[in-house]
C-alpha cells in the first residue's frame, strides 16, 4: 500500500500525541527499529514521522535492515569537515546512499532562542555531506537528501519579527515577516540551492494538529512525489535487487 495523505496527518497528529499509531504503522516501526529512535532525537515525537517515512522504502522492496532509525543501527554518514554526521533517518542498500533524511522542530513561546541553530543545523548537514560526495566519499549514486521540519503554530510564530538595526542592512525579502515565514524562505532556498533533494514544512499545534502547508513547493505532496522519484529513478537501475 501507498503512503497516503491520510497517513500524513495521522503522523503529525501522533507527533503531538493526539492520536494513537495504527497497527499497521506500529509494524513498520517495530520493523526498523523505530521504538528506540527516541534517544537519538532526544525524544520520541518523531519516531511516528521516521516511521511514515521508512514505509515509502519498506513499500519500494527495501529490507528492513537497510532502513536506520536508531543509534544503535548506525546513524552516522561520511562528512568533508567533520568525520561524520548523525542523520535522523538513514537508507543505505549495497552501498548505495538512498536516502537520508533531517527531521526537526521549532517549538515555542521563544522562537528566536532557537530559530538561528535550526537554520544553521540544516545547512552545515548539506554542505557537509555534498562536500563529501565531491571527494567521492560517496561513490555510487548521487545522495540523496530530505529535510522534515514542523514549526509549532502559535501568536509567537505568527506575529512578524523586527531585524537588527547591523552594520549593513538585510535581504528586504526578511522585511515584516514572522518566524513562519522565515522558515518558508529558508527551505525554498535550500531547495533552489540544491541542498536538499526535497524539503516539507508544516505548522501544527497539539491544540489544532490538522498540519498548515503555507508553501506549496513544501507540502506533503510535493515531498512525498520527490520521494517516489527517487524510487522509481533507482528501480529503474535495479536497486533493490
Known amino acids: 500500500m501507498t503512503v497516503t495523505r491520510q497517513d500524513f496527518e495521522d503522523a503529525i497528529a501522533a507527533y503531538w500525541g493526539a492520536k494513537q499509531l495504527q497497527n499497521e504503522q506500529s509494524a513498520i516501526k517495530a520493523a526498523v527499529g523505530a521504538g528506540t529512535a527516541g534517544s537519538v532525537r532526544g525524544g520520541k515525537h518523531f519516531d511516528v514521522i521516521a516511521t511514515l517515512l521508512a514505509k515509502f522504502f519498506l513499500d ?27 542523520w535522523d533517518l538513514v537508507v543505505v542498500h549495497q552501498g548505495v546512499l ?20 535550526r537554520v544553521e543545523e540544516a545547512l552545515g548537514s548539506a554542505v557537509d555531506l555534498r562536500r563529501a560526495a565531491l571527494a567521492e566519499l560517496y561513490p555510487k549514486e548521487k545522495p540523496w537528501l530530505g ?17 537588527a538595526k547591523g552594520a549593513l542592512p ?35 499545534s497539539a491544540e489544532n494538529p490538522k498540519p498548515i502547508e503555507l508553501v506549496e513547493s513544501l507540502d506533503w505532496r510535493h515531498f512525498s512525489a520527490a520521494i517516489n522519484a527517487r524510487l522509481t529513478y533507482l528501480k529503474d537501475l535495479g536497486i533493490p535487487g
Open 98 to 117: 538512498v536516502a537520508a533524511f533531517e527531521m526537526k522542530a521549532l517549538g515555542g513561546p521563544s522562537y528566536g532562542n532557537n530559530y538561528n541553530n
Open 170 to 204: 538585510s535581504d528586504e525579502i526578511w522585511q515584516g515577516t514572522s518566524y513562519q515565514d522565515r522558515f518558508g524562505i529558508f527551505c525554498e532556498r535550500l531547495m533552489a540551492e540544491q541542498l536538499y533533494d526535497a524539503a516539507c514544512y508544516v505548522t501544527s
Open 147 to 163: 529535510y522534515f521540519f514542523i514549526m509549532q503554530d502559535g501568536e509567537g510564530s505568527r506575529r512578524p519579527v523586527k531585524t
Open 60 to 86: 519500494a522492496g527495501f529490507p528492513p535492515e537497510s532502513i536506520r532509525v536508531s543509534k544503535s543501527q548506525g546513524l552516522e554518514l561520511p562528512g568533508y569537515y567533520r568525520p561524520q554526521k548523525q
